[in-house]
């Protein structure tokens, strides 16, 4: 599958999209903070809504546009509502994170510290 990347940047707001056969992600931030949200398109059901129990992956994203400087990275489990994991990490303008598996869907909260 081709990759897809869609840049939309109003009022110091840079959103991202990149397709990827899986994991998809969206992701929007200016340039100290950012949200990514992470869905696997091989865990989607004939009824569209994601599957349990799938064996969980590991991503690796790179986000641009983001200061120099070290970052504070919050992992959530959206079905269940809570924290998976934190960790930081550095931007040298490009944020690299590498995220801890997971089955479905992740998101991410991103902030400089």
């Known amino acids: 599958m081709e990759n897809h990347l869609r ?18 992600f969206a992701a929007c931030g200016d340039d100290s903070q950012a949200v990514v949200w992470l869905v696997r398109n091989d865990t989607i059901g004939r009824n ?9 992956i590991p991503a690796v994203l ?11 990275v919050i992992a ?10 934190e960790w930081q990490a550095n931007s ?3 944020l690299r ?6 089955s479905a869907d992740a998101a991410l909260a991103v902030r400089r510290i």
Do not use: I
């Open 97 to 102: 994170l590498e995220v801890p598996p997971f």
């Open 76 to 85: 959530w489990d959206t079905a269940a509502g809570r924290q998976t994991a």
């Open 48 to 56: 569209g809504m994601l599957r349990a129990g799938t064996a969980p």
């Open 62 to 72: 790179e986000l641009p546009g983001l200061a120099r400087g070290t970052y504070r």
């Open 7 to 24: 840049w939309l940047k109003e009022s110091g707001v840079t959103c991202l999209r990149l397709m990827l056969d899986k994991p998809r």
């Open 92 to 94: 040298d303008g490009w």
